[in-house]
Protein backbone atom coordinates (compact mmCIF):
# COMPACT_ATOMS: atom_id res chain seq x y z
CA UNK A 1 0.00 0.00 0.00
CA UNK A 2 1.73 2.85 -1.12
CA UNK A 3 -0.11 5.76 0.67
CA UNK A 4 -0.09 5.64 4.23
CA UNK A 5 -3.18 4.21 5.94
CA UNK A 6 -5.41 6.24 7.60
CA UNK A 7 -8.52 5.39 8.89
CA UNK A 8 -11.33 6.62 11.88
CA UNK A 9 -13.51 5.16 14.40
CA UNK A 10 -16.77 7.62 14.57
CA UNK A 11 -18.91 6.77 17.15
CA UNK A 12 -21.91 9.05 17.73
CA UNK A 13 -22.73 9.58 21.48
CA UNK A 14 -26.63 8.95 21.16
CA UNK A 15 -26.11 5.76 23.33
CA UNK A 16 -23.31 3.06 24.72
CA UNK A 17 -20.56 1.67 22.72
CA UNK A 18 -21.89 -1.86 21.58
CA UNK A 19 -21.15 -5.07 20.40
CA UNK A 20 -21.38 -4.21 16.97
CA UNK A 21 -19.57 -0.38 17.47
CA UNK A 22 -16.94 -2.32 18.79
CA UNK A 23 -16.18 -4.62 15.99
CA UNK A 24 -15.72 -1.89 13.77
CA UNK A 25 -13.69 0.00 15.84
CA UNK A 26 -11.52 -3.28 16.18
CA UNK A 27 -11.63 -3.92 12.69
CA UNK A 28 -10.43 0.07 12.10
CA UNK A 29 -7.79 -0.31 14.76
CA UNK A 30 -6.38 -3.77 13.35
CA UNK A 31 -6.25 -2.90 9.83
CA UNK A 32 -4.33 0.65 10.68
CA UNK A 33 -1.82 -1.53 12.73
CA UNK A 34 -1.45 -4.35 10.38
CA UNK A 35 -0.55 -1.45 7.75
CA UNK A 36 1.43 0.63 10.40
CA UNK A 37 -1.16 3.36 9.65
CA UNK A 38 -3.12 5.76 12.06
CA UNK A 39 -6.30 4.84 13.95
CA UNK A 40 -8.53 8.05 14.46
CA UNK A 41 -11.08 8.63 17.05
CA UNK A 42 -13.74 10.85 15.99
CA UNK A 43 -17.03 11.81 18.41
CA UNK A 44 -19.45 12.49 15.74
CA UNK A 45 -21.73 14.63 18.20
CA UNK A 46 -23.89 17.09 15.97
CA UNK A 47 -27.15 15.50 17.07
CA UNK A 48 -27.60 18.19 19.84
CA UNK A 49 -31.14 16.74 21.50
CA UNK A 50 -29.19 12.80 21.99
CA UNK A 51 -25.77 13.50 22.30
CA UNK A 52 -24.35 13.57 25.81
CA UNK A 53 -21.55 13.98 27.63
CA UNK A 54 -21.80 10.28 29.65
CA UNK A 55 -22.26 8.82 26.27
CA UNK A 56 -19.26 10.35 25.40
CA UNK A 57 -17.36 9.15 28.38
CA UNK A 58 -18.30 5.74 28.24
CA UNK A 59 -17.48 5.22 24.56
CA UNK A 60 -14.12 6.28 25.44
CA UNK A 61 -14.44 4.05 29.12
CA UNK A 62 -15.15 1.09 26.37
CA UNK A 63 -12.24 1.81 23.66
CA UNK A 64 -9.76 2.02 26.83
CA UNK A 65 -10.95 -1.19 28.74
CA UNK A 66 -10.39 -3.08 25.13
CA UNK A 67 -6.98 -1.76 24.36
CA UNK A 68 -8.25 0.00 21.17
CA UNK A 69 -5.84 3.24 21.67
CA UNK A 70 -5.96 5.47 19.43
CA UNK A 71 -3.86 7.81 17.63
CA UNK A 72 -5.20 11.15 16.81
CA UNK A 73 -8.08 12.87 18.81
CA UNK A 74 -10.88 12.70 20.01
CA UNK A 75 -11.80 14.66 17.65
CA UNK A 76 -15.32 16.21 18.28
CA UNK A 77 -17.80 17.98 15.53
CA UNK A 78 -19.32 20.17 17.76
CA UNK A 79 -15.78 21.94 17.60
CA UNK A 80 -15.91 22.12 13.93
CA UNK A 81 -18.39 24.10 12.99
CA UNK A 82 -16.48 26.59 11.92
CA UNK A 83 -15.03 24.22 9.08
CA UNK A 84 -18.51 22.98 8.27
CA UNK A 85 -19.65 26.65 7.49
CA UNK A 86 -16.70 27.09 5.23
CA UNK A 87 -17.43 23.87 3.44
CA UNK A 88 -21.03 24.83 2.71
CA UNK A 89 -20.21 28.23 1.67
CA UNK A 90 -17.53 27.18 -1.10
CA UNK A 91 -20.52 24.64 -2.25
CA UNK A 92 -22.89 27.55 -2.66
CA UNK A 93 -20.50 30.05 -4.33
CA UNK A 94 -19.75 27.17 -6.36
CA UNK A 95 -23.47 26.83 -7.51
CA UNK A 96 -23.73 23.12 -6.32
CA UNK A 97 -25.85 24.04 -3.21
CA UNK A 98 -28.89 26.21 -2.32
CA UNK A 99 -31.15 27.70 0.25
CA UNK A 100 -34.06 25.72 1.27
CA UNK A 101 -37.26 27.79 2.84
CA UNK A 102 -39.75 25.19 3.34
CA UNK A 103 -40.72 24.54 6.80
CA UNK A 104 -40.71 21.13 8.79
CA UNK A 105 -44.39 21.04 8.04
CA UNK A 106 -44.36 21.72 4.29
CA UNK A 107 -42.01 19.18 4.11
CA UNK A 108 -44.30 16.63 5.84
CA UNK A 109 -46.91 17.46 4.31
CA UNK A 110 -45.67 16.77 0.87
CA UNK A 111 -43.73 13.60 2.30
CA UNK A 112 -47.54 11.75 2.89
CA UNK A 113 -49.08 13.56 -0.28
CA UNK A 114 -46.27 11.83 -2.45
CA UNK A 115 -46.86 8.45 -0.50
CA UNK A 116 -50.22 8.51 -1.03
CA UNK A 117 -49.71 9.05 -4.48
CA UNK A 118 -47.39 5.89 -4.64
CA UNK A 119 -44.40 8.19 -5.64
CA UNK A 120 -41.02 8.53 -4.00
CA UNK A 121 -40.89 10.70 -0.81
CA UNK A 122 -38.06 12.95 -2.47
CA UNK A 123 -37.98 16.66 -2.59
CA UNK A 124 -39.13 18.29 -5.39
CA UNK A 125 -36.43 20.98 -5.57
CA UNK A 126 -38.61 23.89 -5.68
CA UNK A 127 -36.65 26.34 -3.84
CA UNK A 128 -33.30 25.59 -6.47
CA UNK A 129 -35.16 27.98 -8.59
CA UNK A 130 -36.01 30.51 -6.53
CA UNK A 131 -34.74 34.25 -7.49
CA UNK A 132 -34.94 35.74 -4.19
CA UNK A 133 -34.88 34.85 -0.57
CA UNK A 134 -38.45 34.53 1.35
CA UNK A 135 -39.07 37.00 4.02
CA UNK A 136 -39.35 35.75 7.83
CA UNK A 137 -37.63 32.59 7.26
CA UNK A 138 -34.29 31.30 8.18
CA UNK A 139 -33.03 28.89 5.15
CA UNK A 140 -31.37 25.86 5.11
CA UNK A 141 -28.76 24.55 3.02
CA UNK A 142 -29.33 21.65 0.10
CA UNK A 143 -26.66 19.90 -1.71
CA UNK A 144 -27.80 19.25 -5.48
CA UNK A 145 -27.73 15.84 -6.42
CA UNK A 146 -27.43 14.60 -9.58
CA UNK A 147 -30.87 12.80 -11.06
CA UNK A 148 -29.76 10.89 -13.95
CA UNK A 149 -27.56 7.68 -14.61
CA UNK A 150 -26.22 5.50 -11.90
CA UNK A 151 -23.45 5.75 -8.97
CA UNK A 152 -21.45 2.63 -8.65
CA UNK A 153 -19.89 2.11 -4.90
CA UNK A 154 -16.61 0.17 -5.34
CA UNK A 155 -16.97 -1.88 -2.31
CA UNK A 156 -14.00 -3.84 -0.55
CA UNK A 157 -15.82 -6.36 1.29
CA UNK A 158 -19.16 -5.95 -1.09
CA UNK A 159 -17.60 -5.29 -4.34
CA UNK A 160 -19.93 -3.08 -6.89
CA UNK A 161 -23.57 -1.73 -5.74
CA UNK A 162 -24.94 0.45 -7.91
CA UNK A 163 -27.83 3.01 -6.81
CA UNK A 164 -29.94 4.53 -9.49
CA UNK A 165 -29.49 8.51 -8.98
CA UNK A 166 -33.01 8.90 -9.18
CA UNK A 167 -33.37 8.03 -6.21
CA UNK A 168 -31.00 10.19 -4.81
CA UNK A 169 -32.97 13.41 -2.93
CA UNK A 170 -31.09 17.02 -2.89
CA UNK A 171 -30.27 16.59 1.09
CA UNK A 172 -29.87 18.95 3.45
CA UNK A 173 -26.44 19.93 4.33
CA UNK A 174 -26.81 22.62 7.08
CA UNK A 175 -30.05 22.63 8.94
CA UNK A 176 -32.03 26.37 9.57
CA UNK A 177 -30.51 26.59 12.87
CA UNK A 178 -26.69 26.26 11.71
CA UNK A 179 -26.04 22.72 12.83
CA UNK A 180 -24.48 20.48 9.66
CA UNK A 181 -26.14 16.86 9.10
CA UNK A 182 -24.35 13.43 9.28
CA UNK A 183 -23.58 13.16 5.28
CA UNK A 184 -22.06 16.47 5.13
CA UNK A 185 -20.29 16.48 7.92
CA UNK A 186 -18.90 13.03 7.47
CA UNK A 187 -17.05 13.92 4.18
CA UNK A 188 -15.69 17.19 5.13
CA UNK A 189 -14.09 15.46 8.20
CA UNK A 190 -12.64 12.32 6.24
CA UNK A 191 -11.56 14.83 3.68
CA UNK A 192 -9.89 16.92 6.42
CA UNK A 193 -8.29 14.38 8.44
CA UNK A 194 -7.12 12.40 5.29
CA UNK A 195 -9.04 9.49 5.74
CA UNK A 196 -8.01 6.74 3.22
CA UNK A 197 -10.30 3.94 4.00
CA UNK A 198 -13.65 4.38 5.55
CA UNK A 199 -14.69 0.86 7.43
CA UNK A 200 -18.26 0.71 8.90
CA UNK A 201 -21.32 -0.85 9.41
CA UNK A 202 -22.97 -2.16 6.54
CA UNK A 203 -26.01 -0.05 7.66
CA UNK A 204 -24.24 3.19 6.08
CA UNK A 205 -24.01 2.00 2.64
CA UNK A 206 -27.10 3.74 1.51
CA UNK A 207 -25.45 6.83 2.54
CA UNK A 208 -22.53 6.16 0.67
CA UNK A 209 -23.82 7.26 -2.78
CA UNK A 210 -24.80 10.68 -1.35
CA UNK A 211 -21.25 11.19 0.08
CA UNK A 212 -19.21 10.53 -3.01
CA UNK A 213 -21.15 13.30 -4.66
CA UNK A 214 -20.40 15.19 -2.37
CA UNK A 215 -16.74 14.11 -2.21
CA UNK A 216 -16.95 14.69 -6.12
CA UNK A 217 -18.43 18.41 -5.83
CA UNK A 218 -15.37 19.16 -4.11
CA UNK A 219 -12.83 17.34 -6.18
CA UNK A 220 -11.44 15.24 -3.52
CA UNK A 221 -9.76 11.90 -3.68
CA UNK A 222 -12.70 9.27 -2.34
CA UNK A 223 -11.26 7.12 -0.18
CA UNK A 224 -12.00 3.36 -0.75
CA UNK A 225 -15.35 2.09 1.05
CA UNK A 226 -15.74 -1.53 3.50
CA UNK A 227 -18.88 -1.98 4.50
CA UNK A 228 -19.48 -4.71 7.17
CA UNK A 229 -21.76 -7.15 7.35
CA UNK A 230 -24.65 -7.02 10.09
CA UNK A 231 -24.39 -9.26 13.59
CA UNK A 232 -27.36 -10.97 13.84
CA UNK A 233 -28.79 -12.46 16.77
CA UNK A 234 -29.02 -16.61 17.04
CA UNK A 235 -32.27 -16.50 15.38
CA UNK A 236 -31.06 -14.41 12.38
CA UNK A 237 -33.20 -11.30 13.36
CA UNK A 238 -31.12 -7.63 14.08
CA UNK A 239 -29.25 -7.76 16.92
CA UNK A 240 -31.26 -6.91 19.90
CA UNK A 241 -30.99 -6.82 23.89
CA UNK A 242 -32.27 -10.02 23.94
CA UNK A 243 -29.40 -11.66 22.38
CA UNK A 244 -26.70 -10.15 24.29
CA UNK A 245 -26.35 -6.31 22.40
CA UNK A 246 -25.87 -4.71 25.39
CA UNK A 247 -22.99 -1.50 26.04
CA UNK A 248 -19.74 -3.01 26.14
CA UNK A 249 -18.91 -1.41 29.80
CA UNK A 250 -21.71 -4.26 30.78
CA UNK A 251 -19.47 -7.13 28.81
CA UNK A 252 -16.90 -6.00 31.26
CA UNK A 253 -18.67 -6.14 34.32
CA UNK A 254 -20.28 -8.90 33.47
CA UNK A 255 -16.74 -10.02 34.29
CA UNK A 256 -15.25 -10.95 30.24
CA UNK A 257 -11.75 -10.20 30.04
CA UNK A 258 -11.12 -7.41 27.62
CA UNK A 259 -8.81 -10.11 25.23
CA UNK A 260 -11.42 -12.84 25.39
CA UNK A 261 -14.10 -10.25 23.89
CA UNK A 262 -11.53 -8.64 21.77
CA UNK A 263 -11.07 -12.51 20.09
CA UNK A 264 -14.49 -13.40 20.28
CA UNK A 265 -15.80 -10.24 18.01
CA UNK A 266 -12.82 -10.29 15.40
CA UNK A 267 -14.35 -13.46 14.34
CA UNK A 268 -17.95 -12.30 13.74
CA UNK A 269 -16.98 -11.30 10.01
CA UNK A 270 -13.23 -12.47 10.30
CA UNK A 271 -11.93 -15.81 9.89
CA UNK A 272 -8.28 -16.81 9.49
CA UNK A 273 -8.62 -20.92 8.80
CA UNK A 274 -10.41 -23.23 11.42
CA UNK A 275 -7.97 -20.86 14.60
CA UNK A 276 -10.00 -20.03 17.31
CA UNK A 277 -7.88 -18.30 19.31
CA UNK A 278 -5.44 -15.42 18.53
CA UNK A 279 -2.99 -13.39 20.45
CA UNK A 280 -3.20 -9.56 19.86
CA UNK A 281 0.02 -9.95 17.74
CA UNK A 282 -1.84 -12.45 15.46
CA UNK A 283 -4.48 -10.53 14.99
CA UNK A 284 -2.48 -7.30 13.86
CA UNK A 285 -0.20 -9.50 11.76
CA UNK A 286 -2.97 -11.86 9.91
CA UNK A 287 -5.48 -9.39 9.68
CA UNK A 288 -6.86 -8.01 6.25
CA UNK A 289 -10.13 -7.12 4.84
CA UNK A 290 -10.28 -9.75 1.97
CA UNK A 291 -10.71 -12.09 4.93
CA UNK A 292 -13.77 -10.61 5.89
CA UNK A 293 -16.88 -12.50 4.82
CA UNK A 294 -19.83 -11.16 3.02
CA UNK A 295 -22.65 -12.96 4.76
CA UNK A 296 -24.04 -11.45 8.35
CA UNK A 297 -22.19 -12.82 11.18
CA UNK A 298 -24.42 -14.41 13.83
CA UNK A 299 -24.02 -13.78 18.09
CA UNK A 300 -23.35 -16.36 20.07
CA UNK A 301 -23.63 -16.02 24.49
CA UNK A 302 -22.05 -20.14 24.50
CA UNK A 303 -19.29 -19.23 22.29
CA UNK A 304 -18.44 -16.15 24.24
CA UNK A 305 -18.30 -17.80 27.51
CA UNK A 306 -16.35 -20.85 26.09
CA UNK A 307 -13.74 -18.49 24.62
CA UNK A 308 -13.42 -16.33 28.14
CA UNK A 309 -13.32 -19.40 30.10
CA UNK A 310 -9.86 -20.21 27.78
CA UNK A 311 -8.50 -17.13 28.61
CA UNK A 312 -9.04 -17.40 32.12
CA UNK A 313 -7.33 -20.35 32.40
CA UNK A 314 -4.89 -18.85 30.12
CA UNK A 315 -4.13 -16.13 32.76
CA UNK A 316 -1.26 -15.70 35.55
CA UNK A 317 -3.10 -16.70 38.77
CA UNK A 318 -1.29 -13.98 40.36
CA UNK A 319 -3.47 -11.62 37.23
CA UNK A 320 -6.33 -13.13 37.47
CA UNK A 321 -6.63 -12.47 41.42
CA UNK A 322 -5.74 -8.64 40.75
CA UNK A 323 -8.90 -8.71 37.76
CA UNK A 324 -10.99 -10.33 40.92
CA UNK A 325 -10.82 -8.10 43.37
CA UNK A 326 -13.31 -5.67 42.43
CA UNK A 327 -16.06 -7.83 41.63
CA UNK A 328 -15.25 -9.30 45.62
CA UNK A 329 -15.99 -5.98 46.27
CA UNK A 330 -18.54 -5.39 44.39
CA UNK A 331 -20.40 -8.49 45.18
CA UNK A 332 -19.54 -7.68 49.06
CA UNK A 333 -17.91 -11.29 49.61
CA UNK A 334 -15.39 -8.79 51.02
CA UNK A 335 -15.83 -5.19 51.90
CA UNK A 336 -13.49 -2.37 50.72
CA UNK A 337 -10.31 -2.39 52.09
CA UNK A 338 -10.36 -5.76 53.04
CA UNK A 339 -6.89 -7.53 52.74
CA UNK A 340 -6.69 -10.68 52.05
CA UNK A 341 -3.56 -13.25 52.40
CA UNK A 342 -1.78 -13.35 48.61
CA UNK A 343 -0.44 -16.53 49.01
CA UNK A 344 -3.61 -18.34 49.85
CA UNK A 345 -5.76 -16.51 47.63
CA UNK A 346 -3.29 -17.78 44.81
CA UNK A 347 -4.17 -21.22 46.37
CA UNK A 348 -7.90 -20.94 46.11
CA UNK A 349 -7.79 -19.29 42.65
CA UNK A 350 -5.80 -21.62 41.29
CA UNK A 351 -7.90 -24.30 42.06
CA UNK A 352 -11.44 -22.41 40.45
CA UNK A 353 -9.41 -20.89 37.36
CA UNK A 354 -10.51 -24.38 34.94
CA UNK A 355 -13.81 -23.70 36.91
CA UNK A 356 -14.88 -20.25 35.66
CA UNK A 357 -16.33 -18.78 32.63
CA UNK A 358 -16.02 -15.17 34.04
CA UNK A 359 -14.34 -13.33 36.77
CA UNK A 360 -17.85 -12.96 38.33
CA UNK A 361 -18.09 -16.80 38.37
CA UNK A 362 -14.83 -16.86 39.85
CA UNK A 363 -15.76 -14.15 42.61
CA UNK A 364 -18.58 -15.97 43.27
CA UNK A 365 -16.73 -19.11 43.63
CA UNK A 366 -13.92 -17.34 46.07
CA UNK A 367 -17.06 -17.25 48.33
CA UNK A 368 -16.91 -20.59 49.94
CA UNK A 369 -13.58 -19.76 50.65
CA UNK A 370 -13.52 -16.07 51.99
CA UNK A 371 -17.09 -16.30 54.09
CA UNK A 372 -17.09 -17.28 57.63
CA UNK A 373 -20.85 -18.54 57.35
CA UNK A 374 -22.48 -20.60 54.43
CA UNK A 375 -25.57 -20.97 53.08
CA UNK A 376 -26.43 -25.11 52.41
CA UNK A 377 -28.00 -25.58 48.97
CA UNK A 378 -31.56 -26.74 49.90
CA UNK A 379 -31.24 -30.06 47.50
CA UNK A 380 -27.25 -30.61 48.74
CA UNK A 381 -28.82 -30.19 52.03
CA UNK A 382 -31.65 -32.60 51.98
CA UNK A 383 -29.48 -35.02 50.22
CA UNK A 384 -26.50 -35.37 51.84
CA UNK A 385 -27.06 -33.76 55.19
CA UNK A 386 -29.49 -36.96 57.16
CA UNK A 387 -29.19 -39.42 59.17
CA UNK A 388 -27.20 -41.58 56.87
CA UNK A 389 -24.43 -39.36 56.64
CA UNK A 390 -24.05 -38.46 59.77
CA UNK A 391 -21.40 -40.90 61.43
CA UNK A 392 -18.95 -40.16 58.17
CA UNK A 393 -19.04 -36.04 59.05
CA UNK A 394 -18.67 -37.05 63.26
CA UNK A 395 -15.86 -39.00 62.24
CA UNK A 396 -14.26 -36.76 59.70
CA UNK A 397 -14.49 -33.67 62.01
CA UNK A 398 -12.52 -35.61 65.16
CA UNK A 399 -9.76 -37.04 62.87
CA UNK A 400 -9.25 -33.78 60.85
CA UNK A 401 -9.20 -32.58 64.37
CA UNK A 402 -6.28 -34.39 65.55
CA UNK A 403 -4.24 -33.31 62.72
CA UNK A 404 -0.68 -31.70 63.28
CA UNK A 405 -0.15 -30.86 60.01
CA UNK A 406 -3.08 -29.47 58.07
CA UNK A 407 -2.26 -30.45 54.41
CA UNK A 408 -3.78 -32.09 51.29
CA UNK A 409 -2.03 -35.47 51.89
CA UNK A 410 -2.61 -35.41 55.20
CA UNK A 411 -6.43 -34.55 54.79
CA UNK A 412 -6.28 -37.79 52.45
CA UNK A 413 -5.11 -40.06 54.39
CA UNK A 414 -8.04 -39.00 57.11
CA UNK A 415 -10.65 -39.98 53.91
CA UNK A 416 -8.93 -43.08 53.23
CA UNK A 417 -8.69 -44.47 56.80
CA UNK A 418 -12.35 -43.66 57.32
CA UNK A 419 -13.63 -45.16 53.71
CA UNK A 420 -11.62 -48.41 55.03
CA UNK A 421 -13.30 -48.01 58.30
CA UNK A 422 -16.78 -47.89 56.66
CA UNK A 423 -15.88 -50.08 53.60
CA UNK A 424 -17.61 -47.53 51.53
CA UNK A 425 -16.91 -45.36 48.51
CA UNK A 426 -14.89 -42.02 48.33
CA UNK A 427 -17.82 -40.10 47.37
CA UNK A 428 -19.92 -41.59 50.13
CA UNK A 429 -17.63 -39.72 52.52
CA UNK A 430 -16.41 -36.69 50.23
CA UNK A 431 -19.63 -35.70 48.87
CA UNK A 432 -21.71 -34.89 52.28
CA UNK A 433 -18.14 -33.13 53.76
CA UNK A 434 -17.98 -31.14 50.22
CA UNK A 435 -22.10 -30.02 51.12
CA UNK A 436 -20.91 -29.46 54.91
CA UNK A 437 -17.96 -27.30 54.11
CA UNK A 438 -18.71 -25.73 50.83
CA UNK A 439 -22.81 -25.53 50.55
CA UNK A 440 -22.93 -27.07 47.49
CA UNK A 441 -22.01 -30.86 45.52
CA UNK A 442 -19.63 -29.17 43.34
CA UNK A 443 -16.11 -27.62 44.23
CA UNK A 444 -12.08 -28.55 43.37
CA UNK A 445 -10.44 -31.58 44.89
CA UNK A 446 -11.61 -32.07 48.57
CA UNK A 447 -8.96 -32.35 50.02
CA UNK A 448 -7.53 -29.12 48.48
CA UNK A 449 -10.39 -26.99 49.58
CA UNK A 450 -10.17 -28.51 53.21
CA UNK A 451 -6.48 -27.22 52.94
CA UNK A 452 -7.31 -23.75 51.85
CA UNK A 453 -10.19 -23.27 53.65
CA UNK A 454 -8.19 -24.39 56.87
CA UNK A 455 -8.68 -25.86 60.06
CA UNK A 456 -10.78 -23.80 62.45
CA UNK A 457 -13.32 -23.26 59.41
CA UNK A 458 -13.52 -26.32 58.39
CA UNK A 459 -14.21 -27.52 62.01
CA UNK A 460 -16.56 -24.85 62.76
CA UNK A 461 -18.52 -25.78 59.42
CA UNK A 462 -18.68 -29.75 59.61
CA UNK A 463 -20.02 -28.72 63.37
CA UNK A 464 -22.60 -26.88 62.12
CA UNK A 465 -23.58 -29.46 59.39
CA UNK A 466 -23.49 -31.87 62.18
CA UNK A 467 -26.18 -30.09 64.07
CA UNK A 468 -28.48 -29.11 61.40
CA UNK A 469 -28.83 -33.14 61.38
CA UNK A 470 -28.98 -33.91 65.02
Known amino acids: ?81 DIYKHYAEKLLNDGKAYYCY ?110 LHIYSAFGYEIPAFAHLPMILGPDKTRLSKRHGATSVTSYRDMGYLADAFINYIVRLGWAHGDQEIFSRNELIELFSLEDVGKSH ?62 LLELAHSLHFYIAEEIVFDKKAKEKFLNERYLPFLKDIKNELEKLEIFVAPNIEKVFKEIVEKYNTKLGNIAQPVRVAITGKTESPGIFEVIEIIGREKTLKRLEKAIKTIV
Open 1 to 81: MSEKVRVRFAPSPTGYLHLGGARTALFNWLFARHNKGTFILRIEDTDRTRSTEEYIETIIDSLKWLGLDWDEGPYRQMDRF
Open 102 to 211: CSPDELEKRRKEALKQGKLPKYDGRCKILKDPIPGRVPAIRFIMPQDGKTIVDDLIRGKVVFENSQLDDLIIMRSDGTPTYNFTVVVDDVEMRITHVIRGDDHLNNTPKQ
Open 297 to 358: AVFNREKLLWLNSQYIMKTSTEKLMELVMPFLVREKIITEGQILDKKWLSKAVETLKERSRT
